[in-house]
Structures are given as structure tokens and as C-alpha cells.
């Protein structure tokens, strides 16, 4: 009797994990993301003068002590990882195409935007957390 408790409590929290990951959010696909994503975000405890602008154009700027650092073309895909849909967000160095940099979109709403770093040799590193200026 215990083990079947058990074995249905599992059962139930398995099923239950897969129904919250599954319900996407109509506004977080790519092409809702391209449009939050557009604008100046701050990274968490910096300020204006250390900004990411997203431009409609496909362009993006990375402002350091107030100078622009480099120039980025970006876009977001769509992509499934075992069935599971993430939203990656790609910029690419103008001039170098040898350097892309990949980001798992973890958040992206009106004010918040959370990256995780995806390792071109695989793994992850820490999230970047960005506010909208």
C-alpha cells in the first residue's frame, strides 16, 4: 500500500512538472520576444553608461563607461531541447564572424530581461540580469 502511495505521488509530481513547463505563454514566442526585447538595458548594478540597445534593424550596441564597445547583429530562435521550447537569443560581433554569442532567454517581460550564457564548448555560465532603461 505504501509503495503504491508513493508510486502515484511520483506518478502525479512527474506529470505535474511537465503540464507547468508546458504552458507557454502566447507572448513568449520569437517574434513577440523581438519586439520586448528592443530598447537600452542596464545590467543589474551598473548604470546608463554600461548599456545593451536592441534596435529594430537587427542591430545592437554595447555601451562601456559611456562609448560605444561593439557592435552586434542579433536575433531570436526558437528551438526544442528534448520537446522543452527556449527562446535563444544570438548576437553576433560585426566584423568577426568567428564571435557569436549564444544566450538562453531565462525571462524577458517589460522591465526585466535574464540571460544565461551558453558556452560555445557546451555548459552554461551565471545569468545576466538587465533592467530596461
Known amino acids: 500500500m505504501k509503495n503504491s502511495i508513493t508510486y502515484n505521488l511520483i506518478v502525479f509530481m512527474f506529470l505535474f ?3 507547468c513547463k508546458a504552458q507557454i505563454q ?6 513577440s520576444l523581438n519586439q520586448k526585447i528592443l530598447g537600452s538595458w542596464i545590467p ?3 548604470n546608463f553608461d554600461n548599456r545593451l540597445v536592441f534596435n529594430n534593424d537587427g542591430s545592437a550596441e554595447k555601451f562601456s563607461d559611456g562609448q560605444l564597445y561593439i557592435n ?3 536575433s531570436i530562435n526558437e528551438e ?3 520537446g522543452i521550447p527556449f527562446n535563444t537569443l544570438m548576437l553576433d560581433e560585426v566584423g568577426n564572424s ?3 554569442n549564444r544566450y538562453e532567454i531565462n525571462t524577458l517581460k517589460d522591465n526585466l530581461l535574464i540571460l544565461v550564457f ?3 564548448s557546451g555548459g552554461i555560465s551565471g545569468l545576466n540580469k538587465y533592467f530596461k532603461q
Open 98 to 100: 568567428e564571435t557569436t
Open 72 to 74: 552586434y547583429t542579433w
Open 80 to 82: 526544442l531541447v528534448n
Open 44 to 46: 543589474e548594478g551598473s
Open 17 to 19: 512538472s511537465i503540464s
Open 118 to 120: 551558453q558556452r560555445p
Open 26 to 31: 502566447p507572448d513568449t514566442t520569437a517574434t
